[in-house]
């Protein structure tokens, strides 16, 4: 009779049949079980994890999740409250029970148009904190059409496969921040004998993820080869959010605004527009003229701005958020026991600079640590236990750095 130490305690496999033996107190595992063990460990975690165990009343309300916001993000209310609502109906889209009448509640995908700097992206990795599903923030500059340099469209999902530890379940409820969007637009409206595969190519290849169908995407990433095996992924119930900047859609508004009547109307309703923000007024039309094919556009129907920063916004960026630049400064410093300690008309200073760089709030970043650098680099090593920054101080810093020569005519 063989010894308890010798079978495996699970399946009764002895130490021949496999690979592995582990002893314990008074049994033993072997491999095989030991693997199986692992995957159900890992799916009953995923399933603690998994938010549509949570009932309607549970889940965070447009407002709560707006509040959420605020904390990190300054201004921008309008794409705040917009994408508040998006990421609440998609939770209750997917606790949507089947019913008699036949009602099935389509996902809104969302894009948001706004200058550099204004948040996008920070409003996309602030709202991945409060969420409960998967989330993935992806580039689209890096896609191109399948066969050239690049990366496929599939590795969009690959991102997102990996932020849900590869649960597919998972991740067919998660959501996708698409980021400089923009920079697929359509290259040109001329016909061509040279492809588009960086442009209107990838805009195709996004229709299918956007509207919802089976994609067959390479685990690891990369590009997919026949021996390479592949994961179905059903993006039906995958949220899209998308970003850009669309450098110089505000002529193409403009354009549009000033020709849309004839007379002295059309004078009349000039003056009440606001010419420092005309994103405010963007339509669908517009992107479409910027080079955005229809198809993508129909498939993101909820469009939303962020306005440009003033010179207020930016000074409340600078030290109100939670992780505002002030204060990861001051942690910094903190951590080597170094108390620092800043003149109001620094502030003020910064975000002058920060104006004439017309990089919204990150130039306010680009400013800072350039006055930091050199105590950043020194203070260190020194035995000064506190460091005052007066106004004095941060101009004589920043006029000697590289930084002062990025300034944007």
């Not at 997917?94 to 894009?111: F, G, M, P, R, Y």
């Not at 606001?274 to 994103?279: C, E, H, T």
């Amino acid at each position: 009779m063989a010894k308890t130490g010798d079978i495996c305690t699970f399946c009764g496999r002895g130490s021949r049949d496999v690979n592995m033996l582990i002893n314990g107190i008074s049994g033993a595992i072997c491999d095989i079980c030991a693997v199986q063990a692992y995957e159900i460990v890992m799916e009953q975690g995923a399933q603690s994890k998994n938010p549509f165990g949570l009932n309607q009343k549970e889940l965070p309300k447009p407002e709560d999740i707006k509040k959420f916001l605020d904390q990190y993000v300054i201004g921008q209310d309008d794409a705040k409250r917009y994408l508040s609502v998006a990421v609440y109906n998609h939770y209750k889209r997917l606790l949507q029970k089947v019913t008699s009448d036949d009602v099935e509640i389509e996902k809104s995908n969302i894009i948001m148009v706004g200058a550099t700097g204004t948040g996008k992206t920070l409003l996309a990795r602030t709202i991945a904190r409060l969420l409960r599903v998967p989330f993935a923030i992806v580039d689209a500059t890096v896609l191109t059409e399948a066969g050239y340099v690049g990366e496929d469209i599939e590795s969009i999902l690959t991102r997102l496969l990996q932020a849900a530890d590869y649960h597919v379940d998972m991740a067919q409820r998660g959501i996708v921040f698409i980021d400089e969007i923009d920079k697929i637009a359509r290259k040109s409206d001329n016909p061509s004998i040279t492809r588009d595969v960086s442009g209107e190519g990838v805009q195709q290849g996004l229709l299918k993820l956007l509207e919802g169908s089976i994609v067959n995407v390479p685990p690891q990433g990369g590009r997919k080869h026949p021996e390479q095996k592949m994961i179905a992924v059903d993006t039906k119930n995958i949220l899209f959010i998308c970003g850009g900047a669309f450098d110089g859609i505000e002529k193409k508004i403009a354009q549009r605004l000033n020709t849309r009547v004839v007379g002295y109307v059309a004078g009349k309703e000039k003056n009440l527009l606001d010419r420092d923000n005309m994103l405010k007024y963007i339509t669908p039309t517009d992107l479409k003229s910027y080079g955005l094919i229809p198809e993508i556009i129909g498939r993101l129907p909820i469009l939303t701005y962020l306005s440009p920063l003033d010179r207020n916004t930016l000074r409340n960026i600078l030290t109100e958020p939670k992780n505002s630049i002030v204060k990861q400064y001051l942690k910094l410093f903190e951590m080597d026991g170094i108390k620092l300690l800043f003149d109001e008309d620094v502030y003020e200073f910064i975000v002058d600079k920060a104006l004439e760089f017309k990089l919204g709030a990150r130039g306010l970043r680009s400013i800072v640590e350039a006055i930091m650098m050199d105590a950043m680099y020194s203070m260190p090593s020194e035995n000064e236990k506190k460091l005052q920054v007066t106004l004095a101080y941060a101009k004589e810093k920043f006029d000697k750095s590289d930084t002062n020569r990025l300034q944007i005519a």
